[in-house]
Every structure is written in structure tokens, then in C-alpha cells.
């Protein structure tokens, strides 16, 4: 009873940090083209600074969590995205935020959602059992997709009807409920473990993702999954108010449709999981990721805002799957005494692609147009469903046995 009420408070203090993080990154982008008249190339840029810092700290964030207590870590970095959204709301009041301020301040709320995302997966094996993995993360999987649902539709209507200030308030409140609900878990004490330099801890994590015949291409996919989507994303609300004529409310709603591909990806998992086997699950968002790029390459020829919102909703569901399935896949392979590690040196490679996605996305897009970026987007997604189709993880027919110790 005890790990089920942690798990709860968890359940909880993820959604609200979820939506917080989602109502502020809605918002961003169209606040910068709405209110600060940025073009495409700006809202790529922006983009980049809110996720270099995956590329930056995970691996260091990741060391420390190996050493100290998950919550805390988890506690900080909300408590720092709460700062951050506190300051732009005060610069949106006084009329002083600029474009370099908001991609800062977006810079520092992400360096709190670094220390949350590489946290959780070390910290959930501790409150629930072996057996309870996938059900457990298929909930925080959940708890994420509906901030996808809930975040940048609520965001996008704000910002359209009332202004940034109000988005941005509900979000600083939501990352201090989630605060308040991680400083009630109590989290169980992880079993000692020998003092030995950063670098040698840094390097076996990384030796133990580039060695497995598992993870390895796993991370590679989602290296090129990531790279492919922030090409596209990048450019995608400049995109589509100017070529497709869509409003900020209209905006939120296709990444709320996004969100709803989530729910309905971790309403599936289970299903599909019955009639599939593990290869077959982690191949399907690839597929649809593959697929979605090419709805979106179709608006070139056929500028229809419904297909925008099928390949969302497909490059939401098909994902959602992978990410459940390969999470649950990562926790049962890993030893827990290098869960952080091991998650850092994934969220760097394949979050980290993301700056990199976002900085390619913003060059073609100021050389070449938004056109190439689409094309180049399309590509890459082909790429990562090519890597993961001719992979071994493709013939997996169950999860792997849990390893709870390094032997």
C-alpha cells in the first residue's frame, strides 16, 4: 500500500509538472511570433535554447542522481522552472521581455526539467516492484500525454484570448503543486555503493549503452527520431500561421491533438501488448513517426490543416508506444546502481539531438525555406525507422528479466 501511495503522489506531481512544462512551451513560440515578430529561423533558435540543456547536463545531473536521493533532485530542478516562469511573467508585465530573455529564461526552466526527466526513471524502480514496471511507467506515460492534451491547447487559447501572462501564472502554479506533492514521498534508501571517480562512472554508463545489443540501437533511433523532429517542429508554428493561415488558439489545438495521440498510444500499449510481441511494439513509432512526416511534406503541395493534424496525432500515438515499451525495456536491463547514468547518457544523445535539430531546422529554413526543412525532416524519419527496422530489438518477442544489481 505504502509504494502505491508514493506512486500516486508521483502520478500526480508528474502531471502537474508536465502540464507546467507543456503550458510554457506552447506559449513560447507564439508569444515570440505574435508578440516579438519573430520569422521561422527565430522561433528554431528559440526552440534550440530550450532544449540544449538535455545536450548539456543531462550526463552531469545523471552522476548526481547515482549518488543522491531522486526526490531532491527532482524538488530543485521543478523549484528552478518554477523561478524561471515567475521572471517572465514579471518581464510580460512590465512590457521588457525580449527574444533573448525568453529563450533564456526557456534555457533555464529546461535545465529543471532535465533534473526531472533523467530523475523519475532512477527513482520509480524504488517505489514500485519488478513486476509493476510497465504498468507504472505506462501511467506516468499517461500522466504525460495528458499534459500534451491539456498544456498547449489550454496555452495556445491564453495566450490568443488573454495575453502570455496568464498561461505562464498557471504554469508557475502548477510546478509548485509539483513540488509540494515530490516533498511528501518518502523515497526508500538505495543500497550503498563504492566511492569511485566521476569520469570512470561517466564512462561505464556510456560503455554499457554503446556495448548493449539492445539499447545501442534503440538510442540511435531515437538520436535520428529527435534530430528529424526539431527540424520539423522548429519551423512548425511560424509554418503554419503564415503558409496555412492558423490562428494561436488553432495552434494549441493541433499540439493538443498531438497530446491526444499520446493518450491514446498508452491506452494501446497494453492491448497491443497482448497481441504483439515487444519487437513489434517498438517498431510502431518509427513507423509513425515516418508516416506523420510525410503528412506533413504533403502540405506543401495540399496546404490542409487536417493533415497537419493527423500526422500529429500519429507522430503522438506511434511514439507513445516506443517510449513505454523501450522505458520499461531500459529499467529491466540496466542495473539499478547505474539507472542514472545509464538514462543521462540517453536523454544527452537523443534529447541533445534536439538543439541540433532545432539549429539545422533554423539555417535551411533562413537559406533554403521552410520547404527544405520539411523535405530533410522527412528524410531523417525514414533514417530512424530504417536503424530500428534491421535491429535486433525488431525480433524481441518479450521484456527482458529485470536485473537489480550488477553482477
Request: net charge positive; proline share 6%; charged share 5%.
Amino acid at each position: 500500500m505504502k509504494s502505491h501511495s508514493r506512486f500516486a503522489r508521483l502520478g500526480w506531481s508528474t502531471l502537474a509538472a508536465q502540464v507546467a512544462e507543456q503550458l510554457a512551451l506552447a506559449a513560447a513560440p507564439i508569444v515570440a511570433v505574435l508578440a516579438l515578430a519573430a520569422g521561422a529561423a527565430e522561433t528554431a533558435l528559440l526552440q534550440a535554447a530550450q532544449t540544449l540543456p538535455f545536450m548539456l547536463f543531462a550526463i552531469p545531473i545523471g552522476l548526481v542522481i547515482d549518488r543522491a536521493p531522486k526526490r531532491t533532485v527532482m524538488a530543485l530542478g521543478e523549484i528552478l522552472r518554477a523561478t524561471a516562469l515567475l521572471c517572465l511573467v514579471a518581464l510580460l508585465i512590465s512590457g521588457h521581455l525580449n527574444l533573448v530573455m525568453l529563450a533564456g529564461l526557456g534555457f533555464l526552466g529546461a535545465v529543471g526539467t532535465v533534473c526531472f526527466t533523467v530523475a523519475a526513471p532512477a527513482l520509480l524502480p524504488l517505489i514500485v516492484g519488478p513486476n509493476e514496471l510497465t504498468s507504472a511507467n505506462r501511467w506516468l506515460e499517461l500522466a504525460r500525454s495528458g499534459a500534451f492534451v491539456a498544456g498547449p491547447a489550454l496555452g495556445g487559447a491564453l495566450v490568443g484570448q488573454l495575453g502570455a501572462s496568464p498561461a505562464y501564472l498557471l504554469a508557475f502554479a502548477l510546478s509548485a503543486v509539483s513540488v509540494a506533492l515530490l516533498l511528501t514521498i518518502k523515497e526508500p534508501a538505495a543500497e550503498p555503493t563504492p566511492s569511485r571517480p566521476v569520469l570512470a562512472d561517466l564512462g561505464e554508463g556510456v560503455s554499457f549503452v554503446v556495448r548493449h545489443p539492445l539499447l545501442r540501437p534503440i538510442c540511435l533511433t531515437a538520436v535520428f527520431f529527435n534530430l528529424s523532429w526539431f527540424v520539423m517542429h522548429g519551423v512548425f508554428v511560424a509554418y503554419v500561421i503564415s503558409d496555412l493561415a492558423m490562428s494561436a488558439s488553432a495552434v494549441g489545438l493541433v499540439l493538443g491533438t498531438y497530446g491526444a495521440g499520446l493518450v491514446v498510444g498508452a491506452a494501446l500499449t497494453p492491448i497491443l501488448g497482448r497481441v504483439f510481441s515487444t519487437g513489434v511494439l517498438i517498431l510502431i513509432g518509427p513507423a509513425c513517426g515516418a508516416l506523420g512526416s510525410m503528412l506533413v511534406l504533403s502540405t506543401l503541395w495540399f496546404p490542409q490543416p487536417m493533415l497537419v493534424v493527423m500526422a500529429y496525432f500519429l507522430m503522438g500515438a506511434g511514439p507513445m508506444v516506443w517510449s513505454i515499451t523501450t522505458m520499461t525495456l531500459r529499467q529491466a536491463v540496466t542495473p539499478q546502481s547505474m539507472l542514472g547514468r545509464v538514462s543521462a547518457v540517453i536523454v544527452t544523445a537523443t534529447t541533445g539531438a534536439a538543439p541540433v535539430g532545432a539549429v539545422v531546422g533554423a539555417g535551411v529554413a533562413s537559406t533554403l525555406g521552410v520547404g527544405a526543412c520539411l523535405v530533410l525532416a522527412s528524410a531523417g524519419f525514414l533514417v530512424q525507422l530504417a536503424i530500428i527496422a534491421t535491429s535486433p530489438a525488431r525480433r524481441l518477442q518479450h521484456q527482458p528479466v529485470v536485473i537489480l544489481t550488477v553482477t
